[in-house]
């Protein structure tokens, strides 16, 4: 109970408590860190397609025609 009411209070704030950002722009707590795990999901997913053309590329080469 004590974990889970703690939980509910920084959920709570994190929707309402807004942080200066770049440029004096806002934004709440819960944004940012969505914004930093989104970003980091496209950086991951950037690497992934760089490592398949790596091997397509190898692999590519390696046949003759």
């Known amino acids: ?11 709570y704030f ?3 408590v807004k942080v200066e950002y770049e440029n004096g722009k806002e934004a709440t707590i819960r944004w940012g860190i969505w914004h930093i ?3 980091n999901r496209y950086h991951q997913a950037q690497a992934h397609i ?11 080469n390696k046949v003759n025609f």
């Open 14 to 16: 994190g929707q309402i």
């Open 37 to 39: 795990a989104d970003h």
């Open 1 to 11: 109970l004590f974990v889970k009411k703690k939980a509910t209070r920084l959920s």
């Open 50 to 60: 760089n490592q398949l053309r790596k091997w397509y590329k190898a692999e590519k």
